[in-house]
C-alpha cells in the first residue's frame, strides 16, 4: 500500500516497475478475484509500453492512478475469510430477453461443502471444475440434477423494461449484481462461502476471473464487487443447464417450478 501510495505521488513509473508493483497485488487478489474488476487502464498501459526498456520512465494517467488508488483503498477488505462456513442455501440467478430472477434452494450443510469442493474454477483442471466435462455439459448436469428436485424459494425478479432489452450476457451479470445486492443487505449472509448455479458460462468465467474484455461486462463487474467485499463473502459458482435452471422461469414472468422426482444418486448424496 505504501509503495503504491508514493508511486501515485509521483505520478512517474517504468513500466518493469509498475509490473513489479500490479504483481504484488495480484498476488493478493487471486484470493479476492472480485476486486480485479478495479482494472482496466492499469493493464491496457503496461500493455501499450510492454517493449518500453527498463529505464524509460513514463508518467502514469489519471485512470491508471485512479485505479492504483482504488487498491490502496480497498486493501482493509482484501482479506480472504478461508475459514467462513458455506452457506447451506444454493442460489440461481438467470436472464432472459425480458427480465431477470434468482432462487434459492437449501441443502443439507454436508451436500454444501461436498458442492463447494466440486465448484467451477477459474483454470481447473478436474472434471468438476471444468464446463463441459462428464457431469458438467448439457443433459448431464450434476447440479441441475440435485437442483430440479428440490423445492425452491423466489429472492428476486425484475423485467428490464419498455427499454431496448440488454445482451443476454449483460441481462445475466445484471442479474448476477442484484443477487448479491439483496445477500449484503442482510447481515445472515455476511461473511460466508456463497455457492450460486448460473446457465451462462460467461457469466461464470467473467465472475471467477473477477474482469472481463468486454467494457459491457466489465461494467457490471464494478458494480458487483462492492457488494461482496463489504459484505465479506466469496462467491462460488456452479454450472446448470438451461433445462435445469430453476431461475429461467421466474425471469420469464413465470412461477417458480415445482420440484421433480428425485434421482436415487441425488437422495444418497443428500442423505449423506
Known amino acids: 500500500m505504501a509503495l503504491t501510495l508514493t508511486l501515485c505521488e509521483g505520478r512517474v513509473a517504468t513500466v518493469e516497475l509498475l509490473t513489479r508493483i500490479v504483481g504484488l497485488w495480484v498476488d493478493l487478489l487471486l484470493y479476492r478475484r472480485a476486486a480485479f474488476a478495479v482494472l482496466s487502464a492499469v493493464y491496457a498501459f503496461l500493455h501499450r509500453y510492454r517493449d518500453d526498456g527498463p529505464h524509460v520512465p513514463r508518467t502514469l494517467t489519471g485512470p491508471v492512478v485512479t485505479e492504483l488508488l482504488g487498491l490502496v483503498c480497498l486493501a482493509p477488505l482484501l482479506d480472504s ?146 457488494y461482496i467485499l463489504a459484505a465479506d463473502c466469496v462467491e462460488g459458482t456452479l454450472w446448470t443447464d438451461s433445462e435445469r435452471m430453476p431461475a429461467d422461469s421466474p425471469s420469464r414472468g413465470g412461477p417458480v417450478p415445482m420440484p421433480a422426482p428425485q434421482r436415487a444418486w441425488v437422495a444418497a448424496f443428500l442423505a449423506g
Open 81 to 226: 475469510p478461508l475459514r467462513a462456513p458455506v452457506d447451506r442455501c444454493i442460489k440461481a440467478s438467470d436472464a432472459s430477453p425480458s427480465g431477470a430472477a434468482a432462487v434459492s434452494a437449501t441443502v443439507p450443510q454436508a451436500a454444501a461443502d461436498a458442492l463447494w469442493r466440486h465448484r467451477v474454477r477459474s483454470g481447473g483442471r478436474t472434471n468438476c471444475a471444468v464446463i463441459g466435462a462428464p457431469g458438467n455439459t448439457r443433459g448431464d448436469s450434476a447440479v441441475g440434477e440435485i437442483l430440479e428436485s428440490l423445492p425452491v424459494r423466489e429472492i428476486h425478479r425484475f423485467d428490464f423494461g419498455h427499454r431496448r432489452p440488454p445482451h443476454i450476457n449483460v441481462g445475466e451479470m445484471r442479474s448476477r449484481r442484484a443477487l448479491w445486492r439483496s445477500l449484503a443487505q442482510s447481515v445472515r449472509n455476511h461473511g460466508r462461502r456463497h455457492l450460486v448455479a448460473y446457465d451462462s458460462a460467461t457469466t461464470i468465467g467473467a465472475g471467477n476471473k473477477g474482469r472481463s474484455p468486454s467494457s459491457s461486462l466489465l461494467r457490471e463487474e464494478r458494480f458487483a464487487y462492492p
